[in-house]
Every structure is written in C-alpha cells, then in structure tokens.
C-alpha cells in the first residue's frame, strides 16, 4: 500500500472527503494510490501539505514524518503510531 493510502486510511478519510479538502478529483487520488498514474512535484507538496507531513515521507523517499525548522536546521519529529 502507498504511504497516500495509508495516510488516508488512518485517518477514516475517504477519497471524496479529501477531494474537498485538495481540490484533487477523487479518480484522480485514486489513480495515484493505484500507482496508476503519479503526482506533480506541486501535487506532492499539496498533498503533504493536507496531511501535515513531509513531501519525502509522502514519496516514499524518507521514514520520518515531518521535520521541524528550528534555527535554520531540520529536526526530525518522532510521532507516535497507534
């Protein structure tokens, strides 16, 4: 399962919920959480931007979830899955 999917799935979202939240029509979320079809870089920041994670994570590129600028430096932010 792609990490689009299961962000959505964790949080009892379905596709036409996230269409009003994204502006993304729902076949279009669901052709990119089939692999059917890939995002625009924008796309992928949007989408990290609705689940309030990092675009990396979201790729698939990185394991941590989000980073926090402190000082001009990345931190990584642990987040606890329950």
Same mark, same amino acid.
């Given at each position: =399962? ?15 919920? =996230? ?18 079809? %890939? ?9 990290? !931007?609705?689940? $309030?994670? !990092? ?7 990185? $394991? ?13 932010? %642990?987040?606890?899955? $329950?």
């Amino acid at each position: =399962m792609n990490r689009l999917k299961e962000l959505r799935l964790e949080r009892g979202l379905t596709l036409k919920y =996230m269409q009003l939240g994204t502006g993304i029509n729902f076949t279009t979320l669901s052709k990119y959480e089939n692999n059917i079809q %890939q995002p625009k870089l924008e796309t992928w920041e949007l989408l990290a !931007d609705y689940f $309030d994670v !990092d675009p990396e994570y979201l790729v698939g590129w990185s $394991d941590v979830k989000r980073k926090e600028l402190i000082s001009g430096t990345a931190k990584n932010v %642990q987040q606890k899955s $329950d």
